[in-house]
């Protein structure tokens, strides 16, 4: 009973997969320009001014320079210049938390790229094998000449979801391995940025010391 109900299921070839397939693409297409919208919202300019301003102490403008912009870098030296008064150890909590948090939100959606990438395939092999055994199935009901050529024209076609299964993977792989690297890169310059903050409130707090 059960292999009859699976074998009504396989009947219908592999054209419901490549479907799935397509639809999933669909999405993945519309992360990829979300994403892309995203992070190039949040980046910060003018970092190497702002780098300055730190280095002399002159918190007001770099927070004046910071204006409203958003984003991991903008909220991270945000975050720091408001809790510089607590001192470096303070700012260096509140460093961490902040980077933490803003990753969560840069994240958002990639797993899916990168379960759609790892999966895609395997999606695609199951309606090849779906194809082969309904070619297979067919030749069994027609085992003549012209059964046969209808195998394998069924068998090519079955091949095809595999081939459709490697053309969703392939892009999502790259837009994961691209985002992530946007996010290490602006994690890192967040980093910089609250590192040169809390070398000024160290220096500031040695020479307090040595008064």
Same mark, same amino acid.
């Given at each position: $009973?059960?292999?009859? &109900?699976?074998?009504?299921?396989?009947? /219908?070839?592999?054209?419901?997969?490549?479907?799935?397939?397509?639809?999933?693409?669909?999405?993945?297409?519309?992360? $990829?320009?979300?994403?892309?919208?995203?992070?190039?919202?949040?980046? %910060?300019?003018?970092?190497?001014? %702002?780098?300055?301003?730190?280095?002399?102490?002159?918190? &007001?403008?770099?927070?004046?320079? /910071?204006?409203? !912009?958003?984003?991991?870098?903008?909220?991270?030296?945000?975050?720091?210049?408001?809790?510089?008064?607590?001192?470096?150890?303070?700012?260096? &909590?509140?460093?961490?938390?902040?980077? &933490?948090?803003?990753?969560?939100?840069?994240?958002?959606?990639?797993?899916? /790229?990168?379960? %759609?990438?790892?999966?895609?395939?395997?999606?695609?092999?199951?309606?090849?094998? /779906?194809?082969?055994?309904?070619?297979?199935?067919?030749?069994?009901?027609?085992?003549?000449?012209?059964?046969?050529?209808?195998? $394998?024209?069924?068998?090519?076609?079955?091949?095809?979801?595999?081939?459709?299964?490697?053309?969703?993977?392939?892009?999502?792989?790259?837009?994961?391995?691209?985002?992530?690297?946007?996010?290490?890169?602006?994690?890192?310059?967040?980093?910089?940025?609250?590192?040169?903050?809390?070398?000024? %409130? !160290?220096?500031?707090?040695?020479?307090?010391?040595?008064?």
């Amino acid at each position: $009973m059960i292999i009859q &109900k699976l074998l009504a299921i396989v009947n /219908l070839g592999a054209a419901w997969v490549l479907w799935l397939l397509v639809g999933l693409s669909v999405i993945s297409v519309g992360i $990829m320009i979300e994403r892309t919208f995203f992070f190039l919202g949040r980046r %910060l300019p003018g970092r190497e001014a %702002l780098s300055a301003l730190l280095l002399a102490g002159d918190f &007001k403008k770099a927070r004046a320079a /910071l204006g409203d !912009r958003f984003g991991i870098e903008a909220d991270v030296l945000r975050a720091a210049l408001d809790q510089a008064d607590s001192g470096p150890d303070s700012v260096a &909590k509140v460093v961490d938390a902040n980077i &933490k948090r803003s990753r969560l939100e840069y994240e958002s959606r990639l797993a899916f /790229l990168a379960t %759609l990438g790892n999966n895609a395939p395997f999606i695609g092999l199951f309606g090849t094998v /779906l194809g082969i055994i309904r070619a297979f199935s067919d030749l069994a009901r027609n085992p003549s000449a012209a059964g046969a050529s209808s195998v $394998m024209a069924g068998i090519s076609e079955a091949l095809i979801a595999t081939a459709v299964g490697l053309l969703v993977a392939l892009p999502a792989v790259v837009a994961y391995n691209v985002f992530q690297r946007a996010l290490r890169r602006a994690s890192q310059r967040a980093l910089v940025l609250a590192d040169l903050l809390e070398a000024r %409130l !160290r220096g500031r707090d040695v020479k307090s010391e040595a008064a």
